[in-house]
């Protein structure tokens, strides 16, 4: 089991939290640091100092870390056009030393998309959209070196592309789908995921999932072990009850839901916790740390957790 670093910076974090934690990470042997792509807050914290744009900052983690690799979960495909996404994401690849991982979703926050003049079409629209992306960002990144690329979309219409640049991961960086949509979510994934990730959902519901994209595997002729497997979830660790209410209480959260719906408790807690997804079949757990200051957690976790795991 890898245990990687999740952060959700539109809560309220600068670049230079982001940089500590992501070194702290990094250091203390987690196999990743990803952030949230949003625009803005959720709940009622403050959300200062305001919204990090989340490429603008993988490209400085790029060069302010050495080691981890880095990525979305999930980049929104509202917010941007697939080929200078591909752009983007190729070029982030190339200042990390091909260390990143492209997270990507239909977008669900309506508030974000309203509050920053961001289009916001309906659900079948954005899954429309979604997969159309999918298609030109593999395209671009996947077209020979001095050959061009075409895409005849509805959405995103491409025409003789030099696609370039091209990021240094080849064939391509690793792509993650994620979500609990019955349907298209399985079908996309089988077709384009490197992993597939599964958002704060218990135990019965990541064997169902996963057991609907293994289904769209094997439909398509897809071996289904071709995919990394992961979950996501908040952690709150603690080597005392005292601890842990004291971090839990620092989220806004009560421990004895944290234990329900989380990673919560005592390091031993924590591990059992992890090899029932484990048996579940997953192969990767993202921390979702929401108090960025407290490294202190992330080597507590690194510490007595990790090498259980």
């Not at 500590?20 to 803005?40: P, Q, W």
């Not at 991982?101 to 998309?113: N, Q, R, V």
């Not at 671009?140 to 592309?161: E, I, K």
């Not at 005292?242 to 989380?262: D, S, T, W």
């Amino acid at each position: 089991m890898e245990l990687r670093i999740f952060t959700e910076p539109q809560q309220g974090a600068s670049y230079d939290q982001l940089l500590a934690v992501a070194r702290c990470a990094e250091d203390a042997g987690y196999g990743a640091f990803f952030r949230s792509d949003h625009y803005l807050k959720m709940g009622s914290v403050s959300g200062d100092p305001g919204p990090t744009d989340a490429w603008i900052t993988l490209a400085g983690l790029a060069r302010d870390t050495s080691r981890i690799r880095l990525g979305t979960l999930m980049t929104a495909a509202t917010f941007r056009l697939p080929g200078p996404l591909a752009i983007a994401v190729a070029q982030v690849d190339a200042m990390s030393g091909g260390r990143v991982e492209l997270g990507i979703g239909t977008g669900w926050y309506a508030e974000e998309h309203t509050a920053y003049g961001i289009p916001f079409p309906p659900l079948a629209e954005r899954f429309d959209r979604l997969e159309e992306q999918l298609a030109v960002i593999t395209g671009l990144w996947t077209t020979p070196a001095g050959q061009t690329f075409d895409h005849a979309g509805r959405y995103y219409p491409v025409t003789a592309s030099p696609a370039l640049p091209k990021p240094v991961q080849r064939p391509r960086p690793p792509i993650l789908l994620g979500g609990m949509g019955p349907k298209r979510t399985p079908r996309l994934a089988a077709r384009y995921a490197d992993e597939f990730n599964l958002p704060f959902v218990s135990v019965e519901d990541t064997v169902a999932q996963f057991g609907r994209v293994r289904a769209a595997c094997a439909a398509i002729g897809r071996d289904a072990k071709e995919l990394t497997w992961s979950n996501a979830l908040v952690v709150c660790c603690g080597r005392t009850e005292e601890e842990i209410a004291r971090r839990a209480a620092a989220i806004g959260r009560e421990p004895a839901e944290l234990r329900a719906n989380g990673l919560a408790g005592t390091p031993a807690e924590i591990v059992e916790r992890i090899g029932r997804y484990a048996e579940a079949g997953s192969q990767r757990i993202y921390l979702q740390i929401l108090d960025l200051a407290d490294l202190d957690h992330l080597e507590l976790v690194a510490a007595e957790v990790l090498p259980q795991v």
